[in-house]
């Protein structure tokens, strides 16, 4: 089945520093989503990305489509401790009855004050 | 708003008790989703309603019972459960499924299940 992969699995940076990850499929997607998850939270979505290119900003946080429509990108500029989490990109797979939302395998942020 | 709130936070339950989870929003949305999650993976779709009707059962083992009451709400009834069924369960709304056009789903806050 479609699979999504984030790299890096995880990430340990400095307050202020800038912060890049990224989501690849194999197959193409149409609409790609950006989530945070805190500990013991739900994810919380971040940046909806629909168009094949697009950029996309949130105050810090940055999200590109990428033009194969294969990727796409999220970028935390000057990083602060409340972005410790895991950030899962997903999208939407057709399956005729089975519709749903293909999730990655995430990326974990540790920032150290 | 973009809220979706659920119930309880924590649950602790034994393997013979019963015990249900609930999980409410006000968004007008006609989609709603049950997810189990096990720590620092993704969430796996378990239960999906379109305008109050169950549209998809993920192979989910009928020790869990979803229902939605009205568009507002859902729940998942619980009995019999196994200690490897412990876990993060979410609930997600979205405008409509399978989402033409918009595709993002809102999480409530989940409740953390522990079954011993």
């Known amino acids: 089945g479609q699979q999504l992969n984030q790299s890096p699995q995880s990430m340990f940076i400095q307050e202020g520093e800038d912060v890049s990850m990224n989501c690849t499929s194999s197959?193409?997607?149409?609409?790609w989503l950006w989530y945070k998850q805190d500990p013991g939270e739900g994810p919380v979505l971040l940046i909806a990305?629909?168009?094949?290119?697009e950029l996309t900003s949130n105050g810090r946080l940055t999200a590109q489509f990428g033009i194969t429509r294969k990727d796409s990108f999220l970028n935390i500029s000057a990083s602060i401790p409340s972005d410790v989490g895991i950030y899962f990109c997903?999208?939407?797979?057709?399956?005729?009855?089975?519709?749903?939302?293909?999730f990655g395998t995430g990326t974990l942020l540790a920032v150290q004050p | 708003d973009t809220e979706v709130t659920q119930t309880p936070k924590h649950l602790v339950m034994g393997m013979t008790n019963k015990k249900s989870l609930k999980c409410e929003q006000h968004?007008?949305?006609?989609?709603m989703y049950w997810y189990k999650q096990k720590a620092k993976k993704p969430p796996e779709l378990m239960f999906v309603?379109?305008?109050?009707?169950?549209?998809i059962n993920e192979s989910v083992p009928s020790r869990f019972s979803p229902e939605c009451p009205n568009s507002s709400l859902l729940n998942l009834h619980l009995h019999a459960l196994q200690p490897e069924d412990s876990a993060l369960y979410l609930c997600?709304?979205?405008?409509?499924?399978?989402?033409?056009?918009?595709?993002?789903?809102?999480f409530g806050p989940g409740t953390r299940l522990t079954v011993t």
């Open positions: 997600a709304s979205s405008q409509e499924w399978p989402g033409q056009g918009n595709h993002e789903q809102y």
């Open positions: 197959s193409i997607f149409n609409t």
């Open positions: 990305l629909y168009k094949a290119g």
């Open positions: 997903a999208g939407p797979h057709y399956g005729g009855a089975t519709n749903k939302l293909i």
């Open positions: 968004m007008g949305h006609r989609a």
């Open positions: 309603y379109s305008y109050e009707k169950l549209s």
